[in-house]
């Protein structure tokens, strides 16, 4: 009992750091750039994507041995793009001004890498349960990443976080400027290429030769 | 003339300045993993114009004659009003794979060198997000004729091969080079995606 527990606690805590999704595994990374200019977005897709991976991940562990394997690439396709539009019409509903920030990010959960890779390297081939609690842990990797990118470049891109300022106006009398290019697209690359590189240093079991 | 003009316009625009890579991050997945010799790069670059050039213009053809609102006036006055837009994840996704599907069937038997040096990458093509991400942008920006919606998806999979072929020829010559170890493989491949970047922010505000 307790030995199933400890798996079940593994599946969830692993992709946090060992497996990670976007910094070790390299998947989903398309969106975790574009949506971490401000917290909130970001806040928003990693909910989102959470979801999504979990029920997902659910839907098709149910159907595994029943699906083709000739056509499962296509039958996972719709049932990712069916939560997707349940997600996107949510949204739309109860927060509507994030969603249009989001714009094409929400329908491109659908070939986000991480479901696809999720659900063929783990749904497919464990029970409901196990699965669900993977899509879980993966979204909740996902979203770590996005929150500790999105608050780096919110804090030095605007001074602000979730849109309150909290860098004091003495600083900027002090000749304290905001640094615009962390908005920009190219920061986010770079400065995931420096999470990377931090998480690596700590994690050495993870270096590639 | 003019027309022309405006085609080549959104060609360069769509290569250079909104590139698929370094403006919205599209692809990034099969970006990164791939890029870590230039003969596989151009394979897998080839295989995503040659279906983007493709499911743009279908996709175009769903948008305008069976998703938007009014589309389905063809069949009739008393479809005016149908609005199917919130189906188009679901018919895009579908038309996606079927097409990259299809063209896997008649280049493996039409020409079956090419359907060796492709491989693995065509199947994988169908959850690259810089495809869906074309159809999506095509519908967000409502190109008005189907050479448009062509052109655009001709350029958007160039400047994405364009990108790919860069980070691995730069990732083939830094095999050389003494970089920390935290940050070899994955770590760099990312800053230098960012530096490339800034490098084609340069391009922004040019007009032809």
């Known amino acids: ?209 | 003339m003019e027309v022309m003009e405006n085609l080549f316009d959104l060609f360069v625009r769509n290569v250079f300045t909104e590139n698929m890579v370094f403006a919205y991050f599209l692809g990034m997945c099969s970006y990164l993993a791939v890029s870590k010799t230039v003969k596989t790069s151009v394979g897998l670059g080839i295989a995503v114009i040659f279906v983007i050039t493709v499911t743009v213009p279908v996709n175009w053809l769903m948008e305008n004659y069976l998703l938007k609102a009014g589309a389905l006036k063809w069949l009739g006055s008393s479809f005016e009003s149908v609005d199917l837009s919130f189906l188009s994840f679901l018919l895009f996704i579908a038309v996606i794979a079927a097409i990259v599907q299809l063209i896997e069937m008649v280049v493996e038997k039409a020409a079956p060198a090419l359907y060796n040096a492709l491989g693995i990458f065509l199947p994988l093509i169908a959850v690259n997000c810089a495809v869906l991400g074309a159809a999506l942008f095509m519908q967000e920006r409502e190109y008005g004729t189907i050479a448009e919606a062509t052109v655009y998806g001709f350029g958007a999979g160039f400047g994405w091969a364009l990108a790919i072929v860069i980070l691995a020829a730069i990732r083939e010559k830094l095999k050389y080079s003494n970089v920390p170890a935290p940050l070899r493989g994955l770590g760099l491949a990312f800053i230098l995606t960012g530096l490339l970047a800034i490098a084609f922010m340069g391009f922004s505000g040019i007009k032809i």
């Open chain 1, 1 to 209: 009992m307790i030995l199933m527990y400890m798996k079940n606690l593994k599946l969830l805590i692993n992709p946090l750091n060992n497996e990670n999704p976007i910094t070790v595994q390299v998947l989903g990374i398309c969106s975790a750039l574009a949506v971490t200019v401000q917290m909130k977005p970001a806040i928003v897709m990693a909910l989102s994507v959470m979801v999504v991976t979990a029920f997902s991940n659910l839907i098709i562990s149910l159907g595994r041995n029943t699906i083709p394997p000739r056509i499962r690439i296509i039958i996972q396709l719709v049932v990712v793009a069916f939560l997707v539009i349940v997600v996107d019409q949510i949204l739309k509903a109860f927060v509507y001004d994030v969603s249009k920030k989001l714009s094409v990010f929400v329908g491109l959960i659908i070939t986000n890498c991480i479901l696809m890779g999720r659900l063929e390297a783990f749904a497919m081939g464990n029970k409901p349960w196990e699965s669900f609690l993977d899509g879980i842990g993966n979204g909740a990797g996902y979203g770590l990443i996005l929150i500790a990118l999105s608050t780096l470049r919110e804090l030095l891109g605007s001074g602000s976080l979730l849109g309150h300022k909290v860098i004091p106006e003495g600083f900027y009398q002090l000749g304290y400027k905001d640094n615009g290019l962390m908005i920009l697209p190219p920061m986010a690359l770079i400065t995931i290429g420096v999470i990377i590189w931090i998480q690596r240093s700590y994690n050495r079991k993870l270096i590639e030769e």
